[in-house]
């Protein structure tokens, strides 16, 4: 039940995706963050398995940062959606990783971009795509919305037209979602779209 | 659904008179869902040599990197482009290596020889060489080609009816065909000149 949605606007790019830790019925947090920011200008979003899924991303984001501490220069982000499609691809035959990713960046000459890679290793550079159940109800949303060089608004709207239809229509849909945002200043977080809040514990 | 089956691809090669066209169609899938309407199967090893790689998208681009690797090494070693026929002889051997795990690819080589001689070929996804004088097919929309194919060739065409032979036979089996489609990539190529077009079919 996991969704994670991405779309390129003018200047910027977003990754969307679900903030739910699941085990089979078991919903652990309702606040767990699976958009990693992969360095300043990256943002990677994942969906799949538990441990997969943290244990690839956290792999795939030291070894960008060695990257830039060795060489002095931050990777661009055909080069990271590359390294990562190349790590996929060398665990597939021998111990795959079940972890679906959309990596968004934003480089200086190039602007933002937004590639797709799947579990088994298929790259590819899109404008708009989705994983998981959500993908059934986001895509289709955005064939019929999207359109190139959408401004910040506009894509914000896109991204909530799109998480209402999956809480309408999913049948176990994911409460809350984390809306990050990669642009010339940088990766981050740019809103929470929550319709169940986690309440802290109280300290002892 | 067969592995093959899960991108969905359409690959054709046809020869002319001193030239010949490669053409694949444009979607890249998985299974039902349509991810992109904008992907590449055929590669370019050299001016005159290209190759198509159908069936499972993440292998195709594996194979792809590997092939090209292997002929960059060639072109140090020799300082010369490999000629058509040796490198169908590569693929066929980088094939059968992974015989009991294979790659599950089914290339198409298209390339002017000595004298630009046009040679075209195709494989299975171990490696099983199948040489042709006039046309060979891969991919889920295979069947549809052989026929079509078989009925509108005619020896010795001039480049711009070879274009247009190539074209009409891509677009109407992909249209019989539910996983291959959105559109056609033609590519020409005679001594002289490479001509790349984009065709517009039944975008479904």
Redesign the interface.
């Known amino acids: 039940m996991e969704c994670v949605f991405g779309l390129v606007g003018d200047g910027f790019a977003l990754i969307v995706a679900d903030t739910s830790a699941v085990h089979s019925i078991l919903v652990h947090k309702s606040d767990e963050d699976k958009v990693m920011l992969l360095d300043s200008h990256k943002l990677l979003g994942a969906s799949g398995e538990g441990g997969d899924r943290v244990q690839f991303t956290e792999y795939i984001q030291k070894n960008v940062h060695l990257y830039q501490f060795r060489n002095g220069i931050p990777l661009t982000t055909a080069a990271a959606a590359n390294f990562t ?1 190349g790590e996929l ?1 060398t665990a ?2 021998k111990n795959p990783y079940s972890v679906n990713i959309l990596l968004a960046g934003y480089d200086k000459d190039i602007g933002p971009s937004l590639y ?1 890679i ?1 579990y ?5 550079k ?1 404008e708009k ?1 989705a994983f998981g159940y959500g ?2 109800f986001c ?1 289709s949303m955005m064939d019929r919305h999207y359109h190139s060089g959408m401004s910040l608004q506009e894509a914000i709207d896109l991204v909530d037209k799109c998480i209402t239809e999956i809480r309408t229509r999913l049948v176990v849909a994911p409460p809350n979602f984390v809306i990050k945002i990669v642009d010339k200043d940088g990766a981050r977080q740019h809103a929470w779209r929550e319709s169940v809040k986690n309440d802290k514990v109280a300290t002892a | 659904m067969s592995i093959f089956e899960y ?1 969905g691809s359409a690959l054709v090669a046809m020869v002319g008179k001193n030239c010949f066209a490669i053409a694949s169609d444009r979607r ?1 899938g ?1 299974q039902l ?1 349509t ?2 309407t904008d ?1 590449n199967r055929v590669c370019k090893i050299h001016d005159k040599l290209y190759v198509g790689l159908s069936g ?3 292998d195709a ?2 194979l792809y990197q590997r092939l090209v690797f292997r002929h960059k090494l060639y072109q140090l070693r020799e300082e010369r482009d490999m000629k058509p026929e040796t490198f169908a002889s590569l693929v066929s051997a980088l094939l059968y290596e992974k015989r009991f ?1 294979p790659y599950f690819c089914q290339p198409v080589i298209a390339g002017l020889g000595d004298d630009d001689v046009p040679f075209i070929c195709t494989m299975d996804c171990i490696g099983a060489k199948e040489l042709a004088k006039d046309f060979v097919v891969s991919g889920t929309a295979s069947e549809s080609l052989y026929g079509v194919c078989e009925s509108m060739y005619k020896p010795n065409m001039e480049p711009d009816e070879l274009f247009e032979t190539v074209s009409q036979a891509l677009l109407a089996s992909v249209d019989r065909d539910c996983l291959s489609g959105w559109g056609g990539y033609v590519l020409l190529v005679t001594p002289t000149e490479v001509q790349e077009r984009i065709l517009k079919g039944r975008m479904d």
């Open positions: 499609r691809a597939l035959r797709y799947d088994i290793a298929t790259l590819h899109i795509g993908s059934y895509l | 991108n890249l998985v869902q991810i992109a992907f499972l998208a993440t681009q594996t795990g």
